[in-house]
């Protein structure tokens, strides 16, 4: 064995206070709030971070499209999904967006705020990356990179952790913060669970979330890249009513829909084709009209327009490609002619049309894939951890944070939410 060997050898022997598995969101805020609770106590930290990629927060300088939105001014327990969301939302209520927003501050990452998102004011999602790292680094956390995990095993109240590289290291208490397996490119296989599982832990199973949807609709070709407001309900053939509804910008590509409210009716629909049920979106694109308002609306612009081209007055009111789709699935022709048509067709096809702009029916038939999730329903289920110190009952000194964790925030900074505060729960404790 050369030296080097040796070293390194005796130097994975040392069993550390903390390992943490993972340097995304929630374990680079594990490890700032692990060695400020020892140095502050006047103890030298002894915090080591395995990271499987070959930097940290890979995914975490990508977020909110660059810029990070890490947290929101609105905050409810319907922001956090789970099969147990009021855990949840107490554990929020522990470390809470209020007290996110001040950590940072004091390390120098200043918050702005856009309709509740809240983003750093220089909007580069980079900077927490580099700001956590730059500082947990300072504080005394050793980190080592290209350690990817493959095993964890306990004994005599050790806990020793298994690379790729065939590298073990030793330590007292383990925090877990590998997230799931939305996005796998930034290093977030999901390869944890099937550890985990067999360890003995419960794993709800780990769906996409906050993903676009596949549908069937045969105009996608024309209305590809159209963005549209409107109001999305989900439903499912199985329970026979509304499962969530929201309003907000919708996007039409090549082979379905995404957009604000897509993404976060996302985990709804996917559990309902997990389930066998058929499901799909009413689109309403004049939520603040009634059917019969809106067909006066239409019927009495038209006519008072006088001989002008019915379909050039309705393309003034309607993004025109969907006027393109509604014509074709009503058998209607106005766009190209301007024949003068008597009041009663206009009344009737102008129902017609009403009808569908109040509820275009786009059924689901599958999702775009982890690859394109931003997030991941299900994971370690919460029953097992204490709220009060994100501890596993089962294997004292062994912790979880993030995503990894059977929580999934909606669109609006609430998964990283989940990230900080679990982070910072489990490394303070
Ligand atoms: C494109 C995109 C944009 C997003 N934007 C936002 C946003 O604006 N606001 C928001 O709130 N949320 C956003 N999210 C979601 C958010 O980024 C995640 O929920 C959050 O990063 C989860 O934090 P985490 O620390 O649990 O996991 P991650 O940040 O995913 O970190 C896990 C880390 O563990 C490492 N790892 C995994 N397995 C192993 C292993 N076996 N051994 C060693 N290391 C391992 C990974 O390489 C990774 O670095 C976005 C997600 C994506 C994909």
């Known amino acids: 064995m050369s030296d080097t060997l040796i070293r390194e050898y005796h130097r994975s022997r040392e069993v550390h206070d903390k ?12 490890a700032y709030s692990a060695c400020k609770i020892s140095t502050d106590g006047g103890f030298v930290p002894d915090v080591l971070l395995l990271e499987g990629k070959e930097i940290v927060g890979k995914k975490l300088a990508a977020t909110g499209n660059g810029k990070c939105n890490f947290t929101n001014m609105y905050q409810d327990i319907c922001c956090y999904r789970s099969d147990n969301s009021a855990k949840a939302y107490r554990i929020i209520n522990n470390f809470d967006n209020q007290k ?40 005394g956390t ?21 690379c790729s590289d065939l590298s073990v290291y030793y330590s007292k208490k383990l925090i877990i913060c590998v997230g799931g397996s939305a996005a796998p490119v930034f290093g977030t296989d999901g390869n944890m669970f099937g550890l985990l599982e067999k360890m003995g832990f419960k794993i709800i199973k780990p769906k996409p979330a906050l993903c676009g949807l596949r549908t069937d609709c045969k105009y996608l070709k024309i209305l590809e890249g159209v963005r549209l407001k409107c109001e999305c309900s989900l439903y499912s053939s199985k329970r026979g009513n509304i499962i969530y509804k929201e309003q907000g910008e919708i996007i039409f590509s090549k082979n379905g829909i995404s957009g604000i409210p897509i993404l976060n009716l996302s985990r709804f629909a996917i559990n309902e084709l997990d389930d066998g049920n058929k499901c799909g979106v009413l689109l309403d694109f004049f939520p603040d009209m009634n059917l019969r308002k809106l067909k006066d609306y239409l019927t009495s612009t038209v006519i008072s327009c006088g001989d002008g081209a019915v379909g050039v007055v309705l393309s003034a009111l309607v993004n025109d490609k969907l006027l393109k789709t509604l014509f074709r699935e009503l058998s209607i022709d106005y766009d190209t002619s301007s024949k003068v048509y008597d009041v009663r067709t206009i009344r009737n096809e102008l129902g017609r049309l009403s009808e569908m702009l109040k509820s275009f029916n786009v059924n689901i038939i599958g999702d775009t894939g982890f690859e394109n999730a931003q997030t991941t329903q299900g994971g370690v289920i919460l029953k097992e951890i204490d709220e009060n110190n994100m501890e596993s009952y089962k294997y004292p000194g062994l912790y979880f944070a993030g995503e990894v964790l059977d929580v999934d925030g909606m669109c609006g900074g609430y998964n990283l939410q989940w990230a900080w505060t679990t982070g910072y729960i489990a490394g303070r404790n």
């Open 19 to 30: 390992i943490i598995i993972g340097g995304g969101a929630a374990g680079l805020m594990a």
């Open 100 to 139: 996110t927003i001040s950590l940072f501050r004091n390390l120098g990452i200043i918050s702005t705020e856009r309709k509740g998102y809240c983003y750093p004011i220089g909007e580069q999602a980079r900077t927490f990356r580099d700001v956590l790292k730059e500082r947990v680094i300072s504080l």
């Open 142 to 162: 050793v980190i080592y990179t290209e350690k990817y995990v493959i095993g964890i095993d306990k004994s005599d109240s050790v806990f020793s952790v298994t």
